[in-house]
């Protein structure tokens, strides 16, 4: 190709650099990519689907369990106080 030495000095030294896959490496990623490639069955793909779906559902009722604990008892402690106005030398009492 070229008479240049340089060039050819230069492939020689990048052939020790060169990335070579072994045997077993390349038996792994065959099979990485032939599970990619494969159509999922109907369990797969409802299994993907599902376990998301039920993770945010989780999710969403644990935080409206939480929300609803926090209001039952913000709205507990504030019924349970009577509040008294006195207007005019009258005592109201607001609350049960």
Do not use: C, K
């Not at 000095?9 to 990519?33: F, K, M, N, T, V």
């Not at 998301?52 to 926090?70: D, F, H, K």
């Amino acid at each position: 190709m070229s008479e240049d030495r340089f060039l050819d000095q230069l492939r020689a030294d990048a052939r020790a650099l060169r990335y070579e896959i072994d045997p077993a490496g390349a038996s792994r990623l065959r099979a990485r990519i032939r599970a990619r490639l494969d159509e999922p069955t109907v369990a797969q793909f409802l299994a993907a689907w599902f376990r998301p779906l039920a993770a945010s559902l989780s999710a969403l009722a644990l935080i409206a369990g939480i929300a609803i604990t926090v209001l039952e008892r913000n709205q507990n402690i504030s019924l349970a106080d009577n509040i008294e106005i006195s207007i005019g030398g009258d005592v109201f009492s607001v609350g049960d």
